[in-house]
């Protein structure tokens, strides 16, 4: 049989061509760094380099536009990447290994951030696997008062910050030794932190790994996370936080409530803690709020919780105080209820394995225990013990240790 030949005019043949481009996966406008001056010496400043990709890429009526970062090492200032941007969609692939500048003199314009990634819409930071984020944060640790209190306290540059980023994922990254804070989102809308590695050692002052504040709809997944802080912080104004598949140790365990000051608010809610695991961290799953606070914590859950030799695995400790001298008593506190802590076991170092200490005028209410099996780390056979002021709660099934 012979077979029809259809002769297409080429005008069409070139339209159906350049459709059948664009649907490609790998059709997106790229803006390299190295276009644009980057050394990736590791030595020189490749901020000018960096920001003008920002620039060209944000400005970009592509629909979709890629910063691409190569396997090499550079040292960056402080740089904002600021939006709103043109593109529908922005990847920031990073390949290579971006160091912090360790002259503390770059810093004086803002003395609390080194990379912020500010009101962008539809962004995608993607290390693939190798890309590290390094804050060189020795040169910060040694002369904090966290450290040496006969220094003055000093304020000290988050990491990586997102400040007003909406439909945000940030995945297979590194991120080592941060100056403060690793991994901050503040203001933040529908995010997704996946497969994230975050290490300082374990003395480095206020290293949190990653740190959520008043940001909405965060799911942070299978991150491990090995610092002198806290693991994960969730304050002030945060809700519908899951956090799952979770390592941690060494460092402070996942702590909830108000942001670190006196008097101030912590509208959480909706947190949920699930599958997760933490070796020789000083807490587990702490809820913690200063004297005189307002708002509240409620609706959290933690669930399938794995504790190894953990001092304090569960505590709410609503007189938090991280001064030398007493802090004063006040009324007004931040009210914490509905928190649910089930299928929780382990061991304790401490052998006190839960402490609620809760508010004489703020009660903790609506509490939960259920499967709960935690013993002393130093003798497995032995339970670890409990204490509670001002809660109220409830036990299903077995909860050892129980007040």
């Not at 406008?29 to 901020?47: C, E, L, M, P, Y």
């Not at 990586?160 to 297979?172: A, D, H, P, Q, S």
């Not at 460092?251 to 670190?260: E, F, K």
Request: glycine share 8%.
């Amino acid at each position: 049989m012979l077979m029809k030949i259809i002769t297409l005019p080429a005008t069409l043949l070139l339209i159906l061509i350049f459709l059948a481009s664009s649907a490609s996966p790998d059709h997106h406008r790229k803006f390299n760094v190295h276009d644009f001056g980057a050394k990736g010496d590791g030595i020189t400043d490749d901020s000018k380099a960096f920001n003008e990709a920002w620039k060209r890429a944000c400005n970009s009526w592509e629909k979709h536009v890629v910063v691409l970062v190569p396997n090499s090492k550079y040292m960056l200032k402080p740089v904002n990447f600021s939006g709103p941007c043109n593109s529908d969609q922005i990847t920031f692939k990073i390949k290579g290994k971006i160091v912090a500048s360790e002259n503390r003199s770059d810093y004086e314009k803002d003395t609390e951030h080194w990379l912020v990634f500010e009101e962008i819409h539809n962004l995608r930071v993607d290390g693939g696997g190798t890309g590290i984020f390094d804050g060189k944060g020795r040169v910060w640790w040694q002369t904090s008062c966290k450290v040496n209190r006969s220094l003055p306290c000093t304020s000290l540059p988050y990491a990586v910050t997102f400040i007003g980023c909406t439909k945000l994922r940030v995945e297979n990254l590194k991120f080592r030794n941060a100056q403060k804070m690793h991994l901050s989102f503040e203001r933040c809308e529908k995010v997704r932190a996946l497969n994230l590695r975050l290490t300082a050692p374990e003395h480095s002052p206020n290293t949190d790994g990653i740190h959520v504040e008043g940001t909405h709809n965060i799911n942070i997944r299978n991150c491990v996370m090995r610092t002198g802080d806290d693991c994960i912080s969730i304050v002030s104004g945060s809700k519908n936080v899951r956090a799952t598949d979770i390592t941690c140790g060494p460092g402070h365990g996942i702590s909830i409530g108000s942001l670190g000051a006196r008097n101030s608010s912590a509208n959480v809610s909706n947190v949920f803690v699930n599958r997760a695991i933490f070796s020789g961290t000083t807490n587990g799953l702490r809820i913690k709020t200063w004297q005189g606070g307002s708002g509240y914590a409620k609706k959290i859950r933690f669930e399938n919780i794995t504790m190894h030799n953990v001092t304090n695995p569960i505590i709410i400790d609503q007189y938090y105080c991280d001064q030398v001298e007493p802090c004063q008593e006040q009324v007004s506190a931040v009210q914490i209820s509905k928190v649910v802590y089930r299928s929780i076991q382990g061991t304790s170092s401490a052998g006190e394995a839960i402490r609620f200490n809760c508010s004489k005028h703020f009660p903790c209410q609506g509490i939960l225990l259920e499967d709960i099996n935690l013993k002393s780390y130093g003798d497995v056979r032995q339970s670890a013990k409990a204490s509670c002021s001002n809660v109220k709660f409830k036990i299903k099934g077995k909860a050892s240790p129980s007040c």
